[in-house]
């Protein structure tokens, strides 16, 4: 026995005899987690919140969140001598004078958009997938409040430098919340402490930046991985892979070593990124100065969607009554981002309310057999991208020598186009690659050799799918069709609810195409005309066709 | 949830081996076009399928069954899986990499958790002795040799942690049943009924004078933090406030760095930013303003503001009505004022009127005058709010 195993031996009979955690153990270590790749986008999130903690946590040794005006004295020499906050000169501090410093400020704040970005994917691959759907409802609605809460923790954390850029942002917040009806007022002083710039606002981002926000986040990730643990990971349809249960590797020690090696990998890449590719020079940007700001600002990507929306706003304002309603503030900077979040909150209940799916799933959807929702998806994200274009219009106007009106102009009107378009584009894409699956289900793969009959026609051989790619393609683990009813992802031909009717249907679409806003699960080969005894497949060469037996 | 499968192995069809065997990902005609043989898909340790086919499916489940002996209950489908003993178990986990490839994997691993110890000392060693000093020539090096030993010190134990999962470990699929999260109907009346129980031995149903006090009283307790609330800002007069700046009759214009602005300062086509001679007069965030010079003939003046430029010298509130930017940027040509932060455009020769862009209201003026030293001075305060609007704004 080596060293290491008696070590093991001994300390788990130690925390055993004090805490009887055996059983509980065993059954972690032997947890079964399901592999893909896109089941990575989530932990890339978790990581690089563990960064933010570690990295933040140094910078906060240093930082000073203080109004307070001080002369700056610090090695960064074209500012020697301007007076400035001392929030801005302790960031100076941190990217000239600490060892290190400026290092751990740009793996923060690349960390930072790394985190944000890893949950917006990861909310695409669990909206796309179908994955938020019962019993997993609950996590879904965490998962949007860590996205905002994300949102807000980012702007907290890159407002409080004090430079030119990030008070200017501080200046936009306020005016938004300058813009809400009845409450504004009460609410920009409440949160600035008067009227901006007030004398209390770093002070308070900071302890929201530090304490609140990141616990908060902090709770919510740990719920949100319990509930991953103990509901159990979703998984796609493949070999053996059914409703009622989960395939994958145990969590100890394949899944674990994977999983902590991804962790230095991602960690790997933001440190690299921290060292190599500046981000956020606020040395260069100057201390903010209410009369100053630089063209071309723009704010940190995540937060770039509402600055578009409020780009792209008519100039609409109220006014009567003595009151003032400013519509172009207030409704795509707190109207639009309510309506959105709220939507995709509850988006899971939508979804069930239309389809009347109350059925558990833990097999996942492909985005291909539920077009609506592919379709929903794609709206969405093709809303998104031209408020994201909106925000950098300013930029794409000065790179491409276009007029900020007209591309102004053109995205106001893209902003309702575009989306209907490309939600029916989608549509239509996911039924032609159903009817491409259907094809390799029902016909096989097209194998290159043509056949003469003796009547003269030509037809082409074709192969039957290899069961791995039908079971994945299907979800139907036997070829035995009176099974196929069983299986719980629901029979076809069940009411697919209101508003998702035949209507949706194309005329030239076959009746084989029964997954529309649910995950549909089309028929083995078996009902083909000439189905083949397993054994009887032969092996593919690469370009498709069959090997020659040997 | 209509088919618990209990032996998801019994299903599985077992074809002949030697067949194409299948790597996870990729379109379904891209694994198509280049199948792997089983022997090729070992090399790479995509053994997951041609494993999965060639155990049937069930030879995988074993391991766990060996963990889970003796557990009362059985997590792993082990009902239908013929006994195996452990030395069984390990032959038939068929090692993914013969002896000689095994080393030579090792050795790869290895070498990664070594590069990992070099990053640590290149870190080390970069961190205490390159100078980082601003007056230094190797300050430019100093970050990014940092970030370069950090992320190889990183990657490498990450890349050698994956590597060695999937080359050296043993790579099996294992099944395991999910439970099912509803809870049998008579767990769950009976829960119902503890409820519905404890409830009833409050009282609460039957006391209203109780339960209405103590909806009064702990309701009350809820609204404890309001106060606390107002305790965050200084909400007196806060409208006066917002409606109101620096400026006042007779107060000169000066520029950011003290000096007052004279008539015949500024060129034809020129723009200064301007603010109120009080205490702090620069650094006051509603205050700053810009002093423009066009030829007379080119001002449209509004009516009822005639006397408040001075021979084509025009003063507005540099605020932006939109969001509180500072608009700055002045095209001689047009008389158009534009804010970098949301693109209003103003035309400042027009009374500042929007000509562009989200701000619905032009930018407040400011009446200027010059007196007998020649020296720029505003003849009071905006007359209207200056920067973004809000509830209590009154037009």
Known sequence: ?550 | MTTPASNTGGQQPSPPTGQTSAQAGGSIRDRLQSPRSSDQASGSGNTRESDLRENGFQQSNSVADLHAGGRGESQYDSSKTPQVTAEQELAGRKHPLGPEDAKSAERKVSALFLLSFLGVVGFVLTFFLVDNDYASSTRYLYTPLLGTFLALALAGVGAGAVLWAKLLMVDEEAVQERHPFGSPKDERSSTAQALKKGLEETGLPRRSLLRNTLLLGAGSLALLPVPFLFGLGRFQHKERVLATTAWREGVRLIRQNGTPVRLGDLQVGAIESVFPDVEHGTKIADSPTLLIRMRPEELQVVEGREDWSVDGHIAYSSICTHLGCPVKLYEQQTHHLFCPCHQSTFAANEGCKVVFGPAARPLPQLAISVDEEGYFYAQGDFDEAVGPSYWERDT
């Open chain 1, 1 to 550: 026995m080596s060293l290491l195993e008696k070590g093991t031996d001994a300390g788990a009979v130690w925390v055993d005899d004090r805490l009887g955690s055996s059983n509980f153990v065993r059954r972690s270590l032997n947890k079964v987690f399901p592999d893909h790749w896109s089941f990575m986008l989530g932990e890339v999130a978790l990581y690089s919140f563990v960064i933010l903690l570690l990295s933040g946590t140094y910078l906060s040794f240093f930082y000073t969140p203080s109004l307070s005006e001080v002369v700056y004295d610090g090695s960064y020499v074209p500012l020697k001598g301007v007076t400035m906050t001392q929030a801005y000169a302790s960031t100076l501090d941190i990217s000239f004078d600490v060892r290190g410093g400026l290092i751990m400020r740009q793996i923060h704040h690349w960390s930072a958009l790394l985190f944000m970005a890893s949950i917006v994917v990861h909310l695409m691959r669990v909206f796309f997938t179908g994955a938020f759907r019962k019993p997993r409802e609950i996590n879904w609605i965490i998962g949007v409040t860590l996205l905002v809460l994300g949102i807000a923790e980012g702007f907290a954390g890159y407002s409080l430098p004090d430079d030119l850029l990030s008070g200017t942002g501080l200046r936009i917040a306020y005016s938004i919340a300058l813009s809400i009806p009845v409450i504004g007022t009460w609410a920009a002083f409440l949160v600035f402490g008067g009227e901006y710039p007030g004398v209390a606002i770093l002070d308070r981002l900071y302890s929201a930046h530090i304490l609140l926000l990141p616990g908060l986040i902090l709770g919510l990730i740990t719920f949100h991985m319990m509930m991953i643990w103990y509901q159990k990971h979703t998984q796609f349809a493949g070999p053996g892979r059914t409703e009622d249960n989960v395939v994958g590797s145990r969590f100890f020690p394949s899944y674990a070593a994977k999983a902590g090696g991804f962790f230095f990998l991602v960690f790997a890449v933001v440190a690299a990124l921290g060292g190599l590719a500046q981000i956020n020079p606020v040395w260069l940007y100057g201390p903010y100065d209410a009369s100053q700001v630089s063209a071309g600002s723009q704010p940190d990507w995540y937060v770039g969607f509402l600055d578009g929306s409020t780009r792209l706003m008519p100039n609409w304002e109220i006014a009567g009554f003595g009151y003032t309603v400013p519509l172009n503030v207030m409704v795509p900077t707190v109207v639009l981002p309510g309506i959105l979040f709220t939507l995709l909150a509850l988006y899971p209940f939508i979804e069930a309310r239309f389809t009347g799916d109350r059925d558990y799933h833990n097999l996942l959807d492909r985005p291909r057999d539920v077009p609506v929702r592919t379709a929903i998806g794609t709206m969405s994200i093709a809303f998104y991208v031209l408020l994201m274009i909106g925000g950098g219009n300013d930029v794409i106007a000065s790179v491409f020598h276009l007029s900020i009106n007209t591309i102004s102009r053109v995205l106001q009107v893209s902003l309702f186009v575009v989306p209907p378009i490309v939600y029916f584009a989608t549509k239509r894409v996911c039924l032609a690659l159903q009817r491409s699956d259907d094809e390799l289900v029902h016909h096989g793969i097209e194998s290159g050799t043509i056949r003469r009959l003796p009547s003269g026609e030509f037809v082409e051989e074709t192969v039957p799918l290899p069961a791995v790619y039908r079971i994945s393609l299907t979800g139907v683990e036997s070829d035995r069709p009176e099974l196929e009813g069983a299986t719980a992802h629901g029979a076809e031909g069940q009411s697919k609810g209101p508003g998702y009717g035949d209507e949706h249907v194309v005329e030239n679409a076959p009746e084989r195409v029964p997954g529309f806003f649910r995950g549909k699960r089309r028929s083995g080969p078996s009902d083909t005309s000439a189905p083949r005894p397993e054994g009887a497949m032969p092996e593919l060469e690469r370009s498709g066709k069959p090997a020659p037996p040997e």
